[in-house]
């Protein structure tokens, strides 16, 4: 363990992209027609819970932003303000201008003004709120420093309460200097706040502090800090707090605005707010300290989960005068607050609980989960691997001992398979994450490229908790983002054309993924023009890709938007259309083990649907025999495989000849020789060749020995260990314990010799 | 010197000596992880000519260098005799195919002489140092020219 400042720093910025998520869920919601108040308190909080957050770390830039919003959203939550769609459509893209700010600020990047400024502008004038240059500079200074030497190890908790800012505390002597400085001015109005902050407060970088000077912000204050609970030092407890405070607040705010002052630290302290009322402020109650002493702590990381619930309005329990505001500190001795302070607080309660809802959490609960390392699940999932092939080569030895298939050594083995699968599927599920993230980002892909081409779009997603494999989503996220802009920019009309169309001007993209048969199935769909066949037809004879009289069925001519250097639009727009398109996305997927296909209907919209493998630790492929040597073909990249007659073999040139498919030529590869295993050979009839489908449409015939199984094998990286090997993606290890190694058959054809005549002299070992 | 040498004791250094094409070498034996015998690797294509190929090493795939194809030296038939040493240098492993293991000598750090520069001779560039051991030379071999080359294509 390093630098605990480092550490609360991560699982900041890890908690902020959970936040996030849950603010572009909440938004949605809203957008979606949802005005629960519960909806709207959870966006308020995912903004005010980043900036109270970025607050303790000094994020400037982040907590004036976040601050903004979450002044537009509280007009909301409070009902003052009431958002149309346009609205929510800002919030969107502050939302989003606020994860730049957060991930800028995890970088350590900045974000220009030129995009904070226009959206916090925008919501100003939409909400109507005037700029509070004042109130956003309370918010800066409160860096907490952490620079201190503790020493030691403190559970990756800096220890707050030892800060040397403790100085800068009211204590005992300073009491009365505190008093003259925040003098009260008279006035029978206001609060009279009691705050005995617990330990967790501390811990989540809370400073009392800055709390007192938001309270000045509301009227005048008087502050005075009970000390009385304070040991001697050899019996302090550095992480243990030990004072706690009693403000006098004369303001004319109503009390709603009092108690917003502490929302951050709700549930992380002893709270009491009550009127002044005219009478004089009750003698400071005696509080005892919620740690009475240092060898019996209580365990705030206990209290601070928990919820805090409401209490009924009724007078509360003598035995638990405190519970509406802290009812997990029930352990601690707090039953002597005098008669005074209780019926105060008993009086204010029903207003505080009707003022401020408290929604700890989300309202739909979430899952439990846990965070573990990534490296453990590799490892976790390598070792299953091992698993898998040992069984393999487990059940070769059986079969080779010539043991009957029904002794029970070979049911015992057929169990173990059955588990050893079951493992396996477990394991990957373990790497696998909702789909979820990736949608969320396309959501803003929407937002944003739909306002650059001037188009009404509205994203659909289905089965977002689709549970993928993380580095699939990782990888996945360009070629969708490309596919959802070039539905926005191609695939959907403008708004006019839409509604001469007789379709709603507001355009639909639906995003959905699915299990599908032991694979994920993830669909673009728009509901626009579809694909123009005869353009595209046209547009390809143009560029010269196919020939002008090719006879093409309506799906060969979808697939043509996959060639290289095809690109329909006339006008090249911002977002797409610069000839680097589709073929990019086909490539990026088919590296991944993915197919993609297109599905156009005229007038109706076209449909993009990417079919991706579970996961990337296993792969389905053909075992092959050349040379001696055993090779792995992906399963997905053949298309079929035949054996060569006289009649289909052509010679071309001196060193090639092509195989006559169905009236199509395709050139013969000698898998043996293109690997350097061996020399052409000299006749191929007879031979076996798998036809492999490239990823441009072409294909290519592979001449290869034999055929000896279809088999899922286990992907063992070659780069790692050794390099990369030109036409080679990765290792497996066979059921006898050799290696094998996987094709890579787009590279092994694009870099193909062809040659399968002339005697070469042998080339395997040349360097 | 690699860097292990460096590091090592300064009064003396443990080394594994082996033959490979009739002549003695010798590898820090801290860079050694393990001693065993040879197995059928699978070649890979379009590989330098001194690696043997890949072979399974309890689920890992490790890269044989034909260690005296490498060094340039006479190369005996492949015989089931062969040993394979594998060393490990900076996270990278690989396994040296030799014709068979000698010793293990402790070496006190000032016998170690540095080779004599001869540059017709390509086997400079693979021997650290020199030193004698009852009267026979042993050559100290740099792991780091011996290993595959890392990281970029190998064509």
Known sequence: ?767 | MTDNEKQTDATSIELLSFRVGGQDYSVDIMSVREIRGSARATSLPHAPFFVKGVINLRGTVLPIIDLAARLGLQTGEDTERNVIIVVDLGGRTAGLMVDAVSDILAIPSEEMQPPPDLAADDARTFVSALTIVDGRMIRILDLEAVMPPQGEEVA
Not at chain 1, 417 to 439: G, H, N
Not at chain 1, 521 to 537: F, Q, S
Not at chain 1, 623 to 648: F, M, Q, W
């Open chain 1, 1 to 767: 363990m390093s630098d605990p400042m480092a550490e609360i720093r991560a699982s900041f910025f890890i908690e902020c992209e959970e936040l996030l998520e849950s603010l572009q869920d909440g938004l949605q919601m809203m957008d979606d027609g949802d005005t629960d108040s519960e909806t709207i308190n959870v966006v308020f909080r995912a903004v005010h819970s980043i900036k109270g957050g970025a607050g303790a770390f000094g994020l400037d830039d982040l907590v004036r932003f976040a601050h903004r919003f979450e002044t537009a959203m509280d007009e909301v939550r409070t009902g003052r303000f009431v958002p149309d769609a346009e609205a929510i459509r800002l919030f969107f893209a502050c939302a989003d201008i606020l994860g730049d700010l957060v991930r800028a600020a995890r970088d350590e990047e900045t974000v220009s003004e030129d995009i904070t400024g226009p959206a916090l502008e925008k919501i100003d004038v939409l909400v109507g709120l005037e700029e509070e240059e004042e109130e956003e500079l309370d918010f800066t200074p409160a860096t907490l420093s952490f620079d201190l030497d503790i020493g030691g190890d403190l559970g990756g908790l800096p220890n707050l309460p030892d800060l040397p800012d403790l100085s800068t505390f009211p204590t005992a002597s300073e009491t009365e200097d505190e008093i003259t400085e925040f003098s009260p001015v008279g006035g029978a109005k206001g609060f009279q706040v009691i705050f005995k902050p617990e330990d967790s407060l501390y811990a989540s970088g809370n400073e009392p502090l800055y709390l007192f000077r938001a309270l000045r912000d509301l009227g005048d204050i008087s502050v005075v800090c009970k000390c009385s609970a304070l040991p001697d030092l050899d019996h302090l407890n550095p992480d243990t707090g030990y004072l706690s405070w009693v403000v006098t607040v004369h303001t004319e705010e109503a009390e709603l605005s009092v108690r917003e002052v502490f929302e951050f630290v709700d549930g992380l302290c002893l709270l009491e707010i009550s009127p002044l009322s005219g009478r004089a402020p009750a003698a400071l109650p005696d509080l005892p300290p919620a740690i009475s002493a240092p060898a019996t702590p209580p365990k705030p990381e206990q209290a601070a989960p928990t919820p805090l619930v409401p209490s009924p309005p009724i007078i509360p329990d003598i035995e638990m005068p405190n519970a509406p505001a802290a009812p997990v500190v029930k352990s601690a001795p707090i039953a002597s607050v005098s008669d005074d302070a209780e019926d105060e607080f008993s009086l204010s309660s029903p207003n505080a609980t009707s003022g401020s809802t408290k929604t700890t959490g989300t309202p739909t609960q979430p899952r439990a989960t846990v965070r573990v390392d990534l490296e453990r699940i590799d490892r976790l999932v390598n070792l299953v691997g091992e698993l898998v092939i040992n069984q393999a080569m487990l059940s070769q030895s059986v079969a080779e001992a010539g043991l009957p298939p029904n002794s029970p050594v070979s049911t015992g083995l057929e169990e173990f398979l059955q588990l050893t699968r079951d493992i396996q599927e477990s394991v990957m599920m373990i790497r696998a994450q909702p789909i979820k993230s990736l949608f969320q980002r396309m959501g803003r892909i929407v937002r944003e490229s739909s306002a650059s081409v001037g188009k009404e779009v509205r994203l659909h997603t289905d089965g977002e908790n689709t549970e993928v494999d993380k580095t699939v989503i990782e990888r996945l996220a360009d070629p969708l983002t490309h596919m959802i802009r070039n539905a926005v920019d191609h695939g959907l009309e403008s708004p006019e054309t839409r509604l001469a169309a007789g379709k709603p001007r507001e355009g639909h993209v639906t995003l959905t993924a699915q299990h599908r048969s032991g694979r994920i199935v993830i669909e673009v769909a728009d509901d626009g023009a579809g694909i123009n066949r005869e353009r595209v037809k046209e547009k390809a004879i143009e560029k010269g890709l196919i020939p002008a009289d090719a006879q093409l069925s309506e799906s060969d001519i979808d697939n043509l938007l996959f060639l290289p250097g095809f690109s329909t639009a006339s006008a090249i727009s911002n977002l797409s259309g610069r000839g680097v398109g589709m073929d990019v996305v086909r490539s990026s997927i088919q590296s991944l083990g993915g197919r993609i296909n297109i599905t156009s209907q005229e007038g109706k919209g076209t449909t993009f649907s990417i079919s991706l493998p579970l996961t990337l630790a296993v792969l389905d492929g053909m075992v092959v025999r050349v040379a001696d040597e055993t090779l792995v073909v992906p399963l997905n990249a053949i298309l079929e495989t035949l054996t060569l007659t006289d009649g289909d073999l052509k010679a071309l040139g001196p060193e090639t000849h092509v195989v006559q498919i169905r009236g199509g030529f395709v050139p013969l590869l000698d898998l043996g020789a293109e690997l350097g295993y061996r020399s052409p050979l000299d006749s191929y009839v007879g031979g076996i060749v798998l036809l492999i489908g490239q990823e441009d449409g072409n294909r290519a015939a592979l001449a290869v020995d034999a055929i000896e199984d279809q088999r899922q094998v286990v992907i063992k990286g070659l780069e790692g260990s050794y390099g990369r090997v030109p036409g080679i993606a990765a290792a497996t290890i066979l059921g006898d314990g050799q290696i094998a190694l996987i094709l890579d058959p787009m590279d092994l054809v694009s870099q193909a010799s062809g040659r399968t005549k002339i005697r070469q002299p042998q080339h395997s070992l040349v360097g």
